[in-house]
Every structure is written in C-alpha cells, then in structure tokens.
C-alpha cells in the first residue's frame, strides 16, 4: 500500500486508484459508465451489487473485467434450477482415513460472481446471507472464515423471463447497490461491435491489491460528513415507509412498504466514496441523489394502486428527491 502524509493525500490517491480503474475497465466495457461508477463505489464501500438486464449486456463481462483489474481471487458461480446451497458453500466428505473433511466451495473468494442468481430457487439464493453479512460460512456447526475483502456481484434477468424465481426481501437488502442496465447508445453498440468483432484482443492490467481497496475502503469510512446530509438520507429513508409519520401522501398512497436502516447507513456510506470520486473531501445532499436510486430501488415494493397506474420505482424515488 502507498503511504499517505495525510487524510487529504490519501482521498487524493482513492480518486486516482478509481480514475485508473476506470481506465483499465474501459479497454473492455464500452459506455457503461454509470454502471462502471457504481459497482467501484459499492467496492470501495464494502457493499455487494445486483446488476438487472436482459441478457446480452455484458453484464458477465464486466464483473470478470473488473475481477482481472483487481489483484483478487475471482469464482464464477451459474445459477440454474438444480444448483444445491453445497454447490456454493462447500460440503463435508470423507477422506482416505473416512475422516470428515471440509471442501470449500466457490463462495471461498475474493470476488464471487453470481451469474443469472434468479435462475435457483430461494433455498440456494439465501446459501450466500451468511457470507454476505458475516463473512464467513456455517457447515455442520463449524464456522469457516471468507477472507477478504469479498463482493458477491450478482446479476439478474428481468423478473417477468420465464424460469427466474424472485430473490427473497432478506437477500435482497444485503445487496448495497441494485444497478439497471440499458442498452448501450447507437454510437456505443457501433464501437462494441467494431471490438467485438475483430481479432484484437485488449489486456487488463492488474493496478490495486486487496491491501489497498481495505485502505481505501476504511478511508471512506473515515470522511467527514455534516449532520445536515445525515438528516437528509434518514428523512429520505423514512419518507419510503407509508405508516411513517413522516411519509408523504404519495408513499401512502403508492408504496406497500419502504426501506430499512441498512438504506440509510448505505446512503450515507455510498455519499462519501461518491465525493471522494469527484474530488471533494466530504459529500452534500447532491452525493445522497447521485446514489439514492440503485441503493433504495430494491428495498422499496409498491403496492396494486401503484402498479395499476403505471407508477414505477423510479419515478417514485425522483418524487421523493
């Protein structure tokens, strides 16, 4: 890890190592950048990610891009109807002396890809709640430890395909960031496919260890940040609960229920890597938009009225904001 003279300095080399990262991502993701920004702040949060989107919008390929610029172990995980919670976590076997022994799964990795993760039913989805939350595994009454630092980076097909099971609300609420993607532009899918198509292939270069993403990742969680953006992201949070003294008529009439603490310790998490990335020392109300709807869009269900009405997640969370 570089040593850093002082807080200012070491704010400084995060967003560098971030403009690097980028730059490196960028030989393989073509556009994305909205997407690119907020799985790197998820990292730098110690958060994980869900990317929703139909399939062909390299989704896969920027997670294996992003594993390559990162000097971190990597496990791609497909999620299909048969996968059993022992096809991720590991299992006990028996070895030549017929002793007991641990085999570790996939899951045991820096980064874990979790491709199509609604493809399996919920009982292997929730396989990944401990090591979301505690890092670690639980088999047969002994805990195994995650080294980290560890990301599940999941992606997801839109929920109406057929054969996708929705994740359950507990599983969901681990996930820091729920990140959309789009097609890319007109100019942008010329590009991909000028690249794709030709028999030039691009190298990713490894330019930061896991030493220093947890550097960086406490550093984050050292940044000042003032009481009156705090207030705003638990008011917005709040505003999301319909029987919450605070929520307005539009969440009462249009939300089934809102978000919950873990929504406003990411909004605030999220706010300060957000400033770092833009050269600021400590982030302002401007920061919580930036991030509010890949952090608050999966924690929030509207309800029939809503759905009726054609009122979606985010045009819900832009009234909020």
């Not at 920027?62 to 000097?71: G, M, N, P």
């Not at 609420?173 to 097609?183: A, H, K, Q, T, W």
Request: include cysteine; hydrophobic fraction near 40%.
């Amino acid at each position: 890890m570089t040593e850093f003279k002082n807080e200012v300095e070491a704010a400084d080399g995060l967003l560098k190592a971030y403009k690097d990262l980028s730059k490196e991502i960028a030989k393989v993701i073509i556009g994305q950048e909205d997407t690119v920004r907020l799985l790197l702040t998820a990292i730098f949060c110690r958060g994980h990610c869900l990317l929703i989107g139909v399939p062909g919008l390299a989704k896969t390929l920027l997670i294996q891009t992003v594993s390559e610029a990162l000097d971190l172990s990597f496990n791609r995980i497909q999620f299909t109807p048969d996968l059993m919670p022992s096809d991720i976590l590991g299992a006990e076997t028996l070895d030549k002396e017929r002793n007991f022994k641990f085999v570790k799964g996939p899951v045991f990795a820096n980064i874990v890809l979790a491709d199509e993760i609604n493809r399996t039913p919920p009982k292997t989805q929730a396989a990944l709640l401990e090591a979301m939350q505690e890092y670690a595994v639980t088999i047969a009454g002994q805990q195994y430890i995650i080294e980290r630092p560890f990301f599940v980076l999941a992606t997801q097909n839109p929920i109406e395909q057929e054969g996708t099971y929705p994740l359950p609300e507990a599983q969901l609420d681990r996930f820091m960031f729920n990140i959309n993607l789009d097609y890319p532009t007109y100019q942008n899918e010329i590009d991909i496919v000028k690249a794709t198509t030709s028999d030039i292939e691009q190298t990713v270069n490894n330019i930061m260890s896991g030493q220093e993403i947890m550097e960086f990742q406490h550093l984050v969680r050292q940044v000042p940040i003032a009481d009156n953006v705090v207030d705003y992201a638990v008011n917005l949070v709040h505003k999301t609960r319909p029987n919450n003294e605070l929520a307005p008529q539009l969440t009462k009439d249009y939300m089934e229920w809102g978000a919950g603490p873990r929504a406003s310790q990411f909004l605030v998490l999220a706010a300060k890597c957000n400033a770092l990335i833009n050269g600021k020392y400590s982030p302002d109300i401007e920061d919580i938009k930036a991030i509010a709807k890949p952090t608050l869009r999966h924690r929030i269900v509207r309800n029939f009225k809503a759905e009726a009405e054609g009122m979606t997640i985010d045009s819900l969370i832009e009234e909020l904001l």
